[in-house]
């Protein structure tokens, strides 16, 4: 089966898919670096990295998701079970919520220590009124933190689903997520 416009998912949706796992990827080694950071200040510059980054994800999501709207995906495959189906809907909303929550939890952590998100020079987002609070901001950080663990665990079951439909059921599934390349029937 040779895969077209009506089986792919369009240009701007596989540029923003794959920019975000790019993104979840880059965020995931910058608290990895900045855990182990020399010094905590040296640690503090490092997630200052992540905090904007994590603004940036929340609005490519954002547009990943008015763009979905806009431009529905292709339907799926016919060859896939209905458990396959179902479990592929639940994960994907699963990324959504996670992508669209995790970037929220972080800003009102960080507000709770009264800390503004500066997104490197270009714009800063002020603290949320929130009650300064430092332990309950540790522990919405500490959520933050177990949600990204949760977001790597379904990126590995994604891919790994992908490449299964691929290479063993060769049915095209992750060449309609990318530009170039059909399936075999």
């Known amino acids: ?12 949706a596989m540029l ?11 965020q995931w080694r910058i608290s990895e670096a900045a855990e182990e950071a020399a010094t905590r200040e040296a640690g503090g510059a490092i997630m200052a990295n ?25 339907p799926p495959v016919p060859g896939h079970a209905p458990w396959e189906r179902t479990f592929a809907k639940l994960v994907h909303f699963a990324f ?13 952590a960080l507000s709770s220590f009264g800390e503004p998100i500066n997104v490197w020079g270009l714009f800063q987002l002020p603290a949320l009124p929130v009650p300064q609070n430092p332990d ?7 959520l933050h933190g177990a949600s990204g663990i ?11 689903a992908a490449l299964k439909h691929t290479i063993v059921d060769k049915d095209g599934t992750l060449f309609r997520m990318l530009p170039f390349g059909t399936s075999r029937s």
């Not at 089966?1 to 701007?12: D, V």
């Not at 923003?16 to 880059?26: D, G, N, Q, T």
Request: glycine residues 6%; without cysteine; proline residues 5%.
């Open 150 to 160: 949760a977001l790597l665990v379904l990126a590995a079951l994604h891919a790994l």
């Open 16 to 26: 923003l898919h794959w920019l975000i796992a790019v993104l979840v990827i880059v």
């Open 136 to 142: 309950l901001g540790e522990q919405i950080f500490e």
């Open 96 to 108: 959504y919520a996670l992508l669209l929550v995790m970037p929220i939890a972080g800003w009102i």
């Open 50 to 74: 992540h905090f904007a980054i994590g603004v940036v994800i929340f609005l490519v999501v954002a547009l990943r998701l008015v763009w979905r709207q806009m431009s529905p995906p292709p």
């Open 1 to 12: 089966m040779s895969l077209n416009a009506k089986t792919k998912y369009s240009g701007l």
